[in-house]
Every structure is written in C-alpha cells, then in structure tokens.
C-alpha cells in the first residue's frame, strides 16, 4: 500500500465534497496515478486530520492579521481558508503571499486578483523566482520569504495581532518560520503544513 498525505483545497463548508490540489511531478508514484484516473474511478481517502486549522469562534479569529505563505501547490491548504473565512464574512485581514518558480506554476490568479477587487481586507501577493521573458512579469521576483521579510518590516505594528499559515516546500517554510520568530510572531502563532517531494 502507499499512503500520500494531501492538504484540503476546499472550504469546510463544503459537506458532500472537497478538492485536492495535485501537481504532476515527473515519476512521482502518487500523483501521476491521480492524474491518469477516469471521471467516476473509486478511491478511499481517510482524514482530515485537522493540524493547520484557523479558529471557529469568530470573535477570537476577528480582527486578526492572517499571513498565508504557500510556496507552489502548498497554495491548497491557503485556498481552504481563504474560501472559509470569507464566505462567512470574518471581519479578518488576509495576506496570501505565493511563491513559485514561474507564471506557468502560478495558479488561481485571476481567481484572487478578483477577489482582492471584491474584498478590501483581502490582498494577494504573488512572486516569482524565476519569471521568463514570456511571463510578461511586472510583480513581486525573488523567493516568497524576501518579499515576506520585506512586508514584516514594513508592518512592525501588525505583529502583535498577526497569525501566519505556511505550507509549502520544508526549506521555504524553515525559512518564513524563522523569519517570523526573529521578528516577534510567537510559536503558538505559526502553524505550518509542510511537504517535500
């Protein structure tokens, strides 16, 4: 038997069905079976386990600041939450930072780039680290974490209220855990979904 572990793209919300966001990777045993199925093929998932959760009770999650970090598909477990809180209409700032190599890698971006239209509170900030002539790139370049660690400095005052989300490959997330902490997020405000491949 193999055994994956994947992170929910879906809101909870969402009772009689959820979504997985799988990259193919070249020979990679799980995700190249799932890319092959048929519509209708029968599979069993067990789960979730619930380790990166945001907080029910409204009054303890409003009025936050949420930093999500997702480094390439660690974007599904940010998509969860990003649906979550604002389909209910959390009173809640929301920060998704998404790195990836190149546009190609850059997912839902016209879904969040109307969203953040839609939504004052919301804002998405994309970069990439690689971007192609093709991409036609005006954005964010570097790694996630630099663009990050450039946001924390310039919003000292939101440390005290700030949450951070992180999902994404384990040196990204090693890095954007450490980058919090040295600028004052505590332990018990970084909660992290990692992968490696």
Known sequence: NVIR???ISSSPDLKDEFSLDVQLIEGGLMSSYLHSLDVGTELEFCGPFSEMTVD?????????TLVLVAGGVGLAPMRSIVSYLLNREYRVR??????VKSRRNLYNEDEYRNLMKKNSEFEYIPVLAEPSLEDGWVGK???VTEILSEWLNSNSATISSLEAFLCGPSAMMKSASKLLAEKGVSDD???SDPFSF
């Open 5 to 7: 572990a994947y992170s």
């Open 56 to 64: 029910e009770d409204k009054s303890e999650a409003e009025n936050k």
């Open 94 to 99: 929301i920060l998704l930072f998404h790195g």
């Open 141 to 143: 370049t570097g790694l």
């Open 189 to 191: 405000k970084i909660h």
